[in-house]
């Protein structure tokens, strides 16, 4: 890994963490993991579709300590990262290369969360860099496969929560009735042009 390529994230809690500069800094991350943390699921089994270099999954296992995290990425180079951020925070966060066309658990979730790639492939002009494009941009996976993934992963009981751009919310609510997924709840954050779906799985 070349030490060039990273930058220093602070987290609020003190802890220092690494982020490829190519990857830029989000607040997307913040937003989805403001609502997570306020379940109150005790000793919680916890998955993280698309986790980049783990930040959301590292700050929820400092305020969970008792929640057990799986996170997922496609990128190998970004799993490297995050269980190198994993042992800088101290957490016990499962850090796995998975697709998550292909992802599935013996166990299900309690919690599922996911900040996707979130650009319809097609509409938008591609990056030089692949890595980037492929966190950004529907190349590996669509919103239909993170939909599948957590119906397949999802517990009864359990939630999940995803974050998209605002005009991708008819898309949700379509997509989500296709594969037996119940819409909840949306959190609509009007200043970032973005929307935190909450889904549950039916009761058939």
């Not at 057990?68 to 990262?81: F, G, M, R, V, Y």
């Not at 492939?121 to 919103?143: P, Q, T, Y």
């Not at 119906?151 to 991708?168: S, T």
């Amino acid at each position: 890994m070349n030490n060039s390529n990273l930058q220093e994230v602070e987290l609020p809690f003190g802890k220092t963490i690494l982020q490829f500069k190519n990857q830029g800094v989000s607040s997307d991350s913040k937003l989805l993991f403001d609502e997570v943390v306020q379940e109150d699921f005790s000793d919680a089994f916890c998955l993280e579709l698309g986790c980049g270099n783990g930040v959301i999954s590292l700050m929820l296992a400092h305020y969970h300590p008792d929640w057990k995290i799986t996170a997922i990425d496609i990128q190998p180079e970004l799993i490297q990262l995050a269980k190198k951020n994993n042992r800088l925070c101290g957490t016990a966060v499962l850090f796995e290369n998975g697709d998550i066309k292909k992802y599935s658990s013996a166990e299900k979730f309690d919690l599922i969360f996911s900040n996707p790639p979130f650009f319809e492939l097609g509409k938008f002009r591609l990056s030089d860099d692949n890595s980037r494009n492929i966190a950004r941009h529907e190349i590996e996976c669509n919103l239909r496969d993170v939909l599948i993934n957590i119906k397949r992963n999802l517990k009864l009981n359990g939630k999940a929560y995803l974050i998209y751009p605002i005009q991708r919310l008819e898309q949700i609510e379509t997509e989500s009735k296709k594969v037996d997924l119940i819409l909840i709840e949306k959190k609509i954050i009007i200043n970032e042009n973005k929307v935190i779906a909450i889904l549950k799985q039916t009761e058939n």
